[in-house]
């Protein structure tokens, strides 16, 4: 049997045909940090914020005096009687370096040894105390935060954070993970935030959360 050279290539140029359209059709999301424009390709199984949900995003973006929240990702389908979202992206720049321009080894290299240091910055009475003050200020509801967030190692792309969390709310108890990378895309410092909310959290999971958070980070791009 002879396998026509003319067909298949014509079956290998249309299966490009159809893989480049698959990755055409993947969503962008554009911010800008300073004067310079990002753009991030949707990540799967992540959503803008629904009209329903925008104002929390933006009160919860105006929560944090200290970052500007560049985008907020849910996750999509997410399961609603869980409160906050169960499962969501906060993409952050720090407002004093929004107007830098930065290069990514360096950079990381003095993150890291912020963060890896032995006075890195922790959560402690000071700092939950701030946060309820400025959630209180942003949203109406006193939130404090306590857990054991902090550093969680380093590779050639991120400076990573993660750890369990908890936060007391109107009286309950919200438990959950947060993994973080601390990257330079475009030149700009980025914080790649994830957190996953849970009545039992899963320390297992922070490995699969880091590996998210850098996939996120590396994507991001002028």
Not at 77 to 89: A, L
Not at 96 to 122: C, H, I, R, W
Request: net charge positive.
């Amino acid at each position: 049997m002879r396998v026509s050279t003319g067909r298949s290539l014509a079956a290998v140029a249309g299966m490009l045909v159809l893989t480049n359209a698959a990755l055409a059709a993947v969503p962008e999301i554009s911010f800008k940090v300073g004067a310079v424009a990002l753009k991030l390709p949707q990540p799967s199984g992540f959503c803008p914020p629904s009209a329903q949900d925008a104002p929390m995003a933006a009160a919860n973006a105006n929560a944090d005096p200290h970052n500007l929240t560049l985008a907020t990702l849910l996750a999509c389908n997410r399961s609603p009687e869980i409160r906050p979202w169960s499962n969501y992206v906060l993409i952050k720049t720090p407002n004093m370096l929004a107007n830098g321009t930065y290069e990514k080894v360096e950079t990381l290299d003095q993150m890291n040894a912020v963060f890896a240091g032995p006075n890195s910055p922790k959560f402690d009475d000071k700092m939950t105390d701030e946060i309820g003050t400025n959630t209180e200020r942003a949203i109406g509801v006193r939130i404090e935060i306590t857990g054991e967030y902090g550093y969680a190692g380093r590779d050639a792309d991120c400076v990573y954070l993660a750890g369990p969390m908890q936060a007391q709310v109107v009286g309950k108890t919200v438990k959950g993970l947060i993994a973080t990378c601390i990257t330079v895309a475009g030149g700009k410092m980025i914080g790649v935030n994830l957190y996953q909310i849970s009545a039992a959290p899963d320390m297992a999971a922070l490995k699969a959360m880091k590996a998210q958070v850098r996939a996120i980070g590396l994507s991001i791009h002028r």
